[in-house]
């Protein structure tokens, strides 16, 4: 076994020959006598952080995390509204200029540094620590509507398992009299007008003919009253309720160890929904009138082009897609080995995140021609967005096809777990803030668990509101707010720490350290001034667009409204009130001295009063070639001993430093 193997230990002696090592070749080091994680090494000498089985493992977790339920029935719904195939053209601008760059600095930054988002900036860039708790409240927001999706695919699974769908008929105890299973002609659009967006509370009270799926959802799973508001909530539906319990019960197995169990069960839920899609396509564009929904997705309108909403829906849906600027990505590359090649995930996901969403899209557009086929519709009649095509419309054309209660349940099972790959990342986020900062957890597993399970649980508790009657109000609400402007705020003070307060010379040096050649000036250029100009312009676009938030036919009270920007800012004002503490508190007599201080990072603290190292040769030096037992590291009179050997001087390192054997 090499030297580079083991952790060196070393200690200071005079020597007047040694030279004085630059500050950034001490990166690397630890102090002994402080056993808290630090950006280098976040756990003790004892328990080093873990890592990924293998690339395969990080690869497939991310892709789960980026292709989630957006892809399905967002990514589809914006192609046809904005042009059709010429929404391609920005939104792989989008990918070129934000998605990819953003990425790469995302796997980069934190694959580097080997700690999770809420405590990276803290060490890297103590003014701006606060973004590390934007990212998890952001997260804690989101996991608690978004397993209500994931609770609503579980109870339309459940409800798949019979011969006769529910939502196939309308000869159910909860169907009204206006429930129609077809148009009474076939100029008769009453029909397919209630299948209306998700957003628009499934009913149109200007006609009074409904689908059976219209109904089964608004009747049946959440028993809607005509005067069911956000400040009429009703009373809980537990089946629901049980299915949301179900839900986070799966995602705290799944992450209860880790990415050691997060990581085998990416296998499945990354891969598996590719084959439902494949399956999905196959049938789907066998059937009658497939062609012309495909069509209707594909064909550009060049014309678009000139809208500004077009390139502005191209970047949102990039967000949106990516999770860019949430911490998930950081968080996962936290874990790799330092030497894995990151630039080349980055470019993978966002090819696979791209290409999913256009095989999605050709999935849902078959279907939707089909329906349109059957009814003598035109398809942009029946085209829908969001949770309404997936619970509304795509129940409905589903339960047309031979072998309904099959191709239903395979659907909404590729739902399930579409959305769990995106829920385990978004949970892991969390708890591996909370680890990082209480590292008392890691001794043993039993206590992450524990931790797991208390966030479920207040998680679920949370989340009840949105199973109530009136829960599809609750739901749009954190939907429109929590994850809207704030991501775009939180991905500029991102940059902005990186790439101009830690520096992006700097960083640009790190990853050429870990992937072993230079890097390009276009990435120091994107990172620095291209994709924040950009994602500062979608931002005070998406101010001048801003429309309040609607559920259907009824607007929101300004008191719901106000709880809406709260949440938005929840993430967002820790940012810039920690800042505000950590600049007051700083050292300093003026404002200069004080502001070098407070973005002072504390790595280079470390490395400045440091006398007694940790040196983790394969975790943070990353050449190994060089650390063989004999060879010397700039033939300098000056090499690594055996783990057997006196300790011998290292001028090329510290002024005054010599190795011995330690921790063998």
Known sequence: MGLCDHALSCRSAPDEGAATAPNNVEDGYQKHEK?????????????????????????????????????????PYLCYKNGGGAFLIPYGLMILFIGTPLLFMEYSFGQYFGIGSLSIFK??????????IGYSILNALVSIYYNIIIAISLYYI?????????????????????CRVEPDSPNDANFTLNLTDFQ?????????????????????????????????????RWRLCLCLLLAWILVAIFVSRGIKSSGKVSYFTATFPYVMLTVLVVKGVTLPGALGGVMYFLVPEWNRLLSPDVWFHAATQLFYSLN???????TMSSYNDRKHNCYRDAIVINLVSFATSLYAGIAVFAIIGFMANEYNLPVNEVVKSGPALAFVAYPRALSLMPIAPLWTSLFFFMLFLLGIGSQMVCVETIITGI????????????????AIFVIAIVGFLLGIPCTTQGGMYVLQLMDHYSAGFCVLVIAIFECLAINWIYGSKKMIGNVEMMLGRPLNVWWRISWKFI??????????????RYNPVVYGDKSYPIWADAIGWMLTLASNIPIVVVALIVF????????????????????????????????KTTRDIGHDDMLESGRTLDGANSHLMSANEVSVPLRTLSDGLEITPAHV
């Open 531 to 544: 994709s924040p100009l950009l994602i500062l312009v979608i931002l005070i676009f998406s101010f001048v």
């Open 158 to 178: 459940f409800g798949s398992l019979t011969s006769n769908l529910p939502w196939a008929s309308c000869d159910n105890p909860w169907n009204t009299e206006d």
């Open 435 to 450: 680890m990082d900062n209480w590292s008392f957890l890691v001794r043993r597993w039993q206590y992450r668990v524990a």
């Open 200 to 236: 628009q509370n499934f009913t149109n009270t200007s006609f009074v003919r409904t689908s059976p799926s219209d109904e089964f959802f608004r009747l049946e799973l959440m028993a809607e009253e005509p005067d069911s508001s956000i400040g009429n909530l009703g009373y809980v």
């Open 35 to 75: 056993k808290e994680p630090t950006a280098e090494t976040p756990l003790d000498d004892k328990k080093q952080r873990i890592q990924w089985s293998s690339p395969t493992e990080f690869l497939l977790t991310c892709i789960g995390y980026s292709v989630g339920l957006g892809n399905v029935w967002r990514f």
């Open 324 to 330: 860019l600027a949430w911490g998930g990505m950081i």
């Open 584 to 615: 007051a508190k700083a050292k300093g007599n003026t404002f200069i001295q004080k502001w070098r201080n407070a973005i002072r990072p504390k790595i280079d603290e470390e490395s400045e009063r440091r006398d007694t190292f940790d040196f």
């Open 123 to 132: 060490q890297v860039c103590p003014l701006l620590q606060g973004i590390g």
